[in-house]
């Protein structure tokens, strides 16, 4: 995940929940588990295939409240605390896609494995999750109740379901979204009616390159949009770092790769084996750094998690809204699932001491992360934790302590085993992150703390029973990792790219180390100047994670989320302009029109990626190319390019209408 600025304003909660504690109603019904279930499914399915598109995923929490609003009305009896269970179930499913998509491929990308084989990537998507809310359990009480940390999804997504009554009018928003993202993904990528990528490329004197690249993806805009403005620079800064300054000094003292056919896969075939290296440097210099930075929140976290484990089955509050699982069950969970870890590891190690250390290792990583993920999310919100750095850093450490243990005789076994360290602790952070939002939101809205963390389980089973089949149907249809010529649109999958690398540099070497070295240099520098800002009380501020991101990222990508943060601040500067009213009122038109763009965004976003599935799974029933109309495009990318800018207008006059409705 990348660091993200929620869009929607905050408002500190009440210390009274919204449904007292001596008030019951129905929250764990049969329809909100099997409503929770089926989003689960499929927001991890959507949220797979984008993050294996684009590198990037995004919160769903607010989307999938949206969906049970409108469902639940259908239905005579429902209430505001039986709709936070569903989105509870369905973001969890979202989160545990990203911290599958983030490492599994991985073990895809180098060979290891042929598919993604079903019994394995359930287990370790399953444990990793379950993992992850246990670990979270003992911190719900130290973190939302003493504490008393914002954790600003949490209370955004109680907000929207307060506001339930407008749920069937928002939800159109949602479903507009979804219907122009699929439309156009089908048009693109299935019909053929347009090149969706935009390129131009120049090299002058034979030594002087030039570049631009856009994504013809509303989903990507969708992504900028919703991160805002300053986080969409950022990643389009990594792109430029990488393809403005980097490849251009490349080409100029090394040379133009030879055999590379157009001047526009001259660059790429720089950036695949070289610049791109650059992320990872700082990708490891920025894991290690949000550590470092955490290290006295990650202190209170740990010990507070501790303590509440060594008053394991004590109730001191008996009021339903305090009512959490109890330790004793968390500790017998833990133990049981180290169970099949430990087999699983076992099954790739063949050496009981060795796997017995790995399970070790990923029992106190798994728990320090999902800390680290908890206390994160109370300070800046779920999609701000840096789970691609820690996970990253989880990596390294662990390639070379196995390799120091097991040696580099057997590259491919070490390099693997590495992977599924570092995904089982990547799933478990990636739920803790989401699991405490959660119960922020269940906090607020007056909900029963263990019936949430069922619900968690139940959307994370969810999610992990059906990612397997999903995972499998977009490399067969579109392939993951480098393009080929028999599948020239694979999935980049750069988190997952990125971990490989690292794992097996480790353990078969190969790994460019100059670039390395030099993207750890950029890390340095973006810090310091981080550091800096936030001396001054800057507004403005530069994570290193958001600019190691679109490092890694192409430049087609970088861009066309930049062109979804400029929408984000256009939108803002609009709203400020037309201050003149009270203030009450312009905060509700602007947090209305904001969540109008995020629904409308998110609609986009989810509409693009459930088609691009549909697509894989026709392309694996039928065979490629039988829908096309156009065996090339007949105009380039010219017809995508113009729908593409009427769409970014029409987002910013859809959000510019709902304020001005709303600010009358």
Known sequence: MIEEKPIIDQQEESEQPYIGAKTKLPELTLKAILLGAALSVILSAANAYFGLFAGLTVSASIPA??????ILKLFRNSNILENNMVQTAASAGESLAAGVIFTIPALIIMGYWEEFNYWETTLIAMTGGILGILFTIPLRNALIVKEKLKFPEGVATAEVLKTGASGGESV??????????????????????????FEKAALLGQRFYL????????????????????????????????????????MATVGVPEGAGSVESM?????????????????????????????????????????????SGQRLEKIRTELDTPMSWVLIGIGVLIVPVFVLYLREIEQVAVTGLMAVIMVIAGFLFSAVAGYMAGLVGSSNNPISGVTIATILATALLLAALMGTDDPGRGAAATILVGAVVCCAAAIAGDNM??????????ATPYKQQVMQVVGVAAGALAIAPVLNNLLIAYGIGTPTADQPNALAAPQATLMQSVADGIFRGGLPWTMVAIGAVIAVVIIAIDVYLKNRNSDFRMPVLAVAVGLYLPLELDTSIFVGGLI??????????QSSSSSSQFAEAKSKAAKAGLLLASGLITGEALMGILIAILIVAIGPGQFQIFEEAPAGSLPGLTLLIIIVFGIYRTVKSVFDKADK
């Open 172 to 197: 159109k928003y949602l479903i507009w979204g979804g219907l122009i993202g699929g439309l156009f993904k089908l048009s693109d990528s299935a019909l053929n009616l347009w090149s969706g990528l």
């Open 211 to 250: 570049y631009f690249g856009l994504n013809l993806s509303p989903a990507l805009v969708a992504v900028g949009y919703i991160v805002g403005l300053n986080i969409a620079f950022l990643v389009f800064l990594g792109g430029a770092i990488s393809w403005y300054i980097a490849i251009p000094i490349y």
């Open 568 to 577: 984000a601040w256009a939108v803002e500067r609009y709203m400020r302009k």
């Open 437 to 446: 939002q959660d119960l922020k939101a269940g906090h607020v809205l007056g």
């Open 65 to 70: 409240a949206v969906i049970s609003m409108a």
């Open 267 to 311: 660059g790429i075939s720089v950036w695949s084996s070289q610049i791109r290296y650059l992320g990872v440097g700082a990708m490891v210099v920025g894991g290690l750094w949000a550590l470092l930075s955490l290290r006295k929140s990650l202190v209170t976290a740990f010990k507070s998690g501790v303590e509440a484990f060594r008053g």
